[in-house]
């Protein structure tokens, strides 16, 4: 198994980083009245790490024992009926599932299957009546129409129904379901805490880690423990006893983009921009999303800009990016944001050096 | 002379024209209808090439005998070019009652531009004499026609055909086209002989072929089928030169007829779905409009002819107004004249001239938004208003309506364009355009407030205003977006059918976006140590067979392996060696999600040897996992023991059945040990399970233990490894690198599983385990 895997904690008091939250979930579930749970933060945080602990606090290991069903679910939408299939991933307290699979069609999953899932109360052994968890992921990527629907879900069986929702920015999420949850905001573990646990991990593996040299990949992480972790087991593959000038192998994709940064400093034209959509549509291809192509763009040119322009730049890519979520072609805006920096930047280019 | 001459034509066409009766004459579309070929209005280049494509079919329809002909057909033109004409047709189809040759009926007609036939003619002549030599019917057996309506396209089809002597039998959307009737009538005209009166061979004419997208498919097939199986038997070229008849008896037996009679084919859309297959095949023409002059020269004569009045601008304008469609202009003037109207220059633009509500083809359209009109023609245009390219332009974009595959096309094509932008603006407002579409196309999908549709166009026309060159712009249609879409959405199934093969608890931390951001690069990194050696596993030391061990284990909790794969079909896979032109690459093929266009990532790629030993590994281990799940149970249930018997242990595949057979008592340790016997590679296996602290059944074996069992050898691997190099060719995945030179001791049996060759027969005592 990977290190991401092997050292995930499994219980909430072995959790590292988010100690506090931890424990204030372990005090709701001994208490037996756990609400709703709503979990967002940035990828990498340990969201879905938390919410696999807080199943084991209620339901002890039972919990690990998960089993992936592939389902389909016929669904009557007024005057048709449709076939929707859903990949669920259960055990015997618990159901997991990503409604926004289904695509457009999520408000049926979240009005028919999660109600009928809801419905049916467990009973445990000893006879009495428990109640069964529902894990949704990706609660951000719903629509309106489904997030509506969910709510009433989310009254009616409260009795003996809990929904653990799991998102990375609760902003998408409507007011309506944040009020009925517990919110818990897992933030993204500092440079510090990311530190501590790399150094955990080079403890039980017996590594050697020179001063300094795990600040380095805590730095380059961009503060996302799983990759992080992914990146301190490459090195440790590619090159032991690790040495302070060892490279730490760098995200692809990321470096593609810093190509393509350099390539647009390079020069400002139409041509250019031109070449650049191919490397924009090669990324969008590989399924990154168009929102952190953008976002790692602004860094990479950022980066690269005189003080006098970072301002403004921001404001335009904060600018093409709300569009670029509103609209559907998302290669528009971020041509349309390429081409704004480059007449900015060949402006101030003249302005300066005449 | 001119009233009486048209009291008669009237007189006449009561009977055959059914709206006579209102109109009580024939409209002037028919009535002016070009008879000959040199009264065309059509593009002088088009003109000349369809008739010399109709030519190059002479020696096939007519044999030898036509080359006579066909220079009197040519000096008869001439003569009578200087002839005027004195006689109305009858009606419009063209009568052939008295049987004779067409072309003496042909030049009969007056010209009125002289200097315009003559040229052409002569033209012809040179032409015909240097085509008219060789004897095989044209290289493309069907000729398409396309522009917009009203050129004269299907005019220029008939006139041609019937100059060069053919009995124009036509089919228009008006007929029925389904496959089955129109085959039927097809042959009919290619085979059979006119049982009429005159014995002239047929042209067929397919008009309107784009016209209904069902139909028109049908005839499509039926003359692709025919083409093509013409192309299939040359045997019957060599019968062309002897004269039709011999020709049809000799393709009599064939079963789908060949196509040996010209055929012309008339669209409005050239670039229609239905028509792809047959623009490959075809010789396709592409009308252009006649110039202004040359349609206003014509429609004069007529006003003339029709006694009414009509300026020369006003025509002018007219003629432009309607983009030289002269159906749309005569009818027009007929209606006027109708009305005891004078056409005025200030009437076209209002109700009294129809528009046409056509739509154009898409790159026609692209390039209406690229090009700019001069400006000499813009200054003459202004009287009509400054919003007249507006509105040419909105009403273009509107008709077409397909705004999502224009602004895609605009997508595509402005970046190529060369427009002069020093700081960018251009471009800037260009896409700020671009993505105001974007919204507004998204907003009005998802509200469905369709009104909105209106203002869509607007788009377009800006872009117009900002980028528009005078010189011709370079169109390629819009493939990137859709290439895109197509391939992306193959990434994505690759990704989500790779999360669901990973095991749950592993798999159900990971989603689909969070793959390709965090997990694969340091993966590769991760799976392609590059301390590792390619050496025959018991050359390994105890460290370097516990990270094989490791790195075993993550690939199979990733559930990656590596799979043969033939290296053309991935030219560019990253982790491509070449070896016998098959290589060995991950499945699934996750190094493609880093494959970026001028992208050379600094990944290490393992050689052949060792991806082909990991592969190994990797079934094992997942046999083992199998194995050990069964194992496990087995032991719980307190079997008895068998000790002494000798058992013929097929072992990996096979072993975990025959060690259910050896109801062994013992408990895991024992039966994983016998279960390991042979391979070193196992024991590594077993060593994973000690290091990730696993509940495995081999915790409490050392390597010592293990090794013990294949005394003689360094491993009990490697005796059959090279036996089976040398006995059996079969689909193998042992490395040559490994044979070794032990000399085997007992005669073995083995037999080969699929791709897989670990499946070993041979006597063994319980015994040579325990040791």
């Keep these: 198994m990977l290190w991401v895997d092997k050292y995930r904690p499994k219980t909430l008091d072995h959790v590292m980083v988010h100690t506090d939250i931890g424990h204030n979930l372990k005090k709701l579930v001994t208490e037996q009245d756990c609400p709703h749970l709503l979990f967002y933060g940035p990828s990498g945080s340990g969201k879905k790490t938390l919410i696999m602990a807080v199943l084991r606090q209620m339901f002890g290991t039972g919990a690990e024992k998960v089993k992936v069903e592939n389902r389909t679910w016929k669904v009557n939408a007024g005057s048709r009926s449709i076939d929707m299939e859903l990949t669920t991933l259960s055990s015997a307290n618990h159901i997991e599932i990503t409604p926004s699979d289904a695509g457009f069609q999520d408000r049926y999953v979240v009005q028919e299957v999660i109600k009928e899932m809801a419905k049916n109360r467990p009973i445990d052994t000893k006879g009495k009546k428990g109640f069964k968890v529902l894990v949704l992921n990706d609660v951000d990527k719903l629509s309106r129409e489904a997030q509506h629907s969910l709510r009433r879900t989310m009254e009616k069986y409260s009795a003996y129904c809990r929904l653990i929702l799991c998102c990375n920015s609760s902003s998408r999420v409507t007011e309506a379901i944040r009020s009925r949850c517990l919110n818990v905001r897992i933030n993204a573990p500092s440079e510090e805490q990311i530190l501590e646990v790399l150094e955990l991990i080079g403890k039980k593996e017996e590594l050697q880690l020179p001063p300094g040299f795990g600040a380095r990949i805590a730095e380059k992480s961009n503060r996302n423990l799983r990759r992080a972790i992914l990146a301190f087991e490459s090195c440790r593959v590619q090159q032991y006893p690790f040495t302070n000038k060892q490279t730490i192998p760098p995200m692809d994709w990321e470096d593609h983009i810093s190509e393509i940064a350099s390539d647009i400093m390079k020069e400002q034209s139409p041509k250019r921009l031109f070449q650049v959509r191919g490397k924009l549509y090669d990324l969008l291809i590989n399924c990154i999303p168009p929102e952190i192509i953008l976002k790692r763009l602004l860094y990479e040119l950022l980066r690269k800009l005189d003080a006098e322009l970072k301002h403004e730049v921001c404001h335009w890519a904060a600018y093409y990016e709300h569009r670029m979520r509103l609209g559907q072609k998302a290669i528009f805006h971020i041509e349309a944001f390429v081409a704004k920096f480059m007449s900015i930047y060949k402006s101030f280019l003249i302005a300066t050096f005449g | ?771």
Aim: aromatic share 6%; charged share 25%.
């Design chain 2, 1 to 771: 002379m001119l009233k009486a001459l048209e009291a008669s034509s009237e007189g006449q066409s009561v009977l055959d024209v059914p709206e006579a009766q209102m109109v009580s004459e024939q409209l002037w579309v028919d009535k002016y209808a070009p008879k000959s070929f040199t009264e065309l209005l059509s593009d002088e280049q088009t003109n000349r090439e369809v008739l010399l494509w109709l030519k190059q079919w002479d020696p096939v329809v007519f044999g030898s005998e036509i080359r006579s002909t066909s220079d009197d057909v040519l000096s008869a033109l001439k003569r009578h070019s200087s002839i005027v004409h004195n006689q109305k047709p009858l009606n419009s189809k063209f009568p052939r009652k008295n049987g004779g040759p067409k072309w003496n009926n042909g030049g009969r007609y007056i010209n009125s531009v002289s200097m315009d036939e003559s040229g052409s003619s002569k033209s012809i002549q040179d032409a015909w004499n240097t085509k008219s030599r060789n004897i095989s019917p044209p290289e493309q057996k069907v000729l398409l026609l396309c522009g917009p309506p009203g050129l004269g396209k299907t005019t220029l089809a008939h006139v041609a055909a019937r100059h060069c002597g053919y009995h124009v039998v036509e089919i228009n959307a008006s007929d029925d086209r389904s496959t089955s009737t129109i085959e039927a009538k097809i042959l009919d005209v290619v085979q059979m002989n006119s049982v009429l009166s005159n014995s002239m061979p047929k042209c067929l004419v397919v008009d309107e072929i784009d016209g209904a997208l069902g139909d028109g498919k049908g005839a499509v097939e039926v003359l692709l089928k025919m083409i093509s199986a013409e192309r299939k038997p040359d045997v019957g070229k060599q019968t062309f030169g002897k004269g039709q008849m011999q020709r049809k008896s000799a393709k009599k037996g064939s079963k789908t007829a060949s196509l040996s009679r010209p055929v012309i084919c008339i669209c409005n859309d050239l670039y229609a779905p239905a028509l792809r297959p047959l623009r490959h095949v075809a010789k396709v023409h592409i009308f252009v409009q006649p110039t202004v002059s040359r349609a206003v020269s014509r429609l004069t004569y007529i006003c003339n002819k029709e006694g009414m009045k009509a300026s020369a601008i006003a025509l002018t304008a007219l003629a432009e107004y309607t983009e030289c469609d002269i159906r749309s202009c005569l009818n027009t003037l007929q209606f006027l004249s109708k009305k005891k109207e004078a056409l005025n220059v200030f009437d076209i633009g209002s109700q009294v001239v129809g528009q046409k509500d056509t739509s154009k083809n898409v790159i026609d359209i692209w390039k209406e938004i690229f090009h700019k009109q001069r400006t000499k023609k813009m200054e003459r245009k202004s009287h009509k208003g400054s919003s007249f390219e507006f509105d040419s332009l909105y009403t273009l974009v509107s008709k077409r309506g397909d705004s999502d595959l224009i602004l895609d096309g605009i997508h595509e094509n402005v970046l190529r364009l060369n427009y002069h932008d020093p700081v960018m603006q251009k471009t800037v407002k260009c896409f700020n355009n671009l993505g105001v579409y974007d919204l507004l196309h998204q907003y009005i999908m998802h509200t469905h407030h369709m009104s909105l549709y209106v203002y869509l166009p607007l788009v377009a026309i800006n872009v117009h205003h900002i980028v528009s060159q005078v010189q011709k712009p370079n169109i390629e249609w819009p493939k990137s977006h859709q290439r895109y879409r197509t391939m992306m959405m193959e990434k994505m199934d690759i990704l989500n059918t790779w999360r669901q093969k990973i095991p749950p608890h592993i798999g159900r931390h990971l989603s689909a976006s969070s793959f390709v951001e965090d997990l694969i690069s340091p993966l590769l990194h991760i799976l392609s140590p590059p301390t590792i050696r390619p050496v025959a596993l018991q050359l390994l030391s105890d460290k370097e067979k516990n990270d094989l061990a490791q790195l075993v284990s993550k690939m199979v909790s990733y559930a990656i392996t590596y799979k043969t794969v033939k290296s053309d079909m991935l030219p560019q896979t990253l982790k491509c060696e070449v070896a016998d032109g098959l290589t060995l690459s991950l499945v699934p093929p996750i190094s493609d999600f880093i494959n970026f266009k001028d992208y050379t990532s600094n990944h290490y790629v393992l050689s052949v040897a060792m991806k082909q030993v990991l592969t190994h590994e990797v079934e094992k281990h997942k046999i083992l996992q199998v194995g050990n799940d069964k194992t496990g149970a087995l032991a719980n249930e307190g079997h008895e023991v068998i000790e002494t018997r000798t058992h013929n242990i097929p072992l990996a595949n096979a072993n975990y059945a025959t060690a259910v057979d050896m109801k062994t008592n013992e408990n895991q340790v024992n039966v994983a040990r016998k279960l390991n016997a042979n391979p070193t590679i196992v024991s590594s296996n077993l060593n994973t399970d000690k290091s990730s602290s696993a509940t495995d059944s081999g915790k409490p074996l050392n390597m010592g233990n293990m090794k013990k069992p294949s005394r003689s050898s360094s491993s009990f691997f490697d005796r059959f490894k090279k036996a089976n190099t040398k006995g059996v060719q079969s689909n193998d995945t042992s490395q040559p690198e490994e044979a070794t030179l032990q000399k085997d001791q007992y005669p073995l049996l083995f037999k080969f599983n699929e791709g897989f060759t670990n499946a070993v027969k041979r006597p063994v005592r319980i015994r040579e385990f325990l040791s």
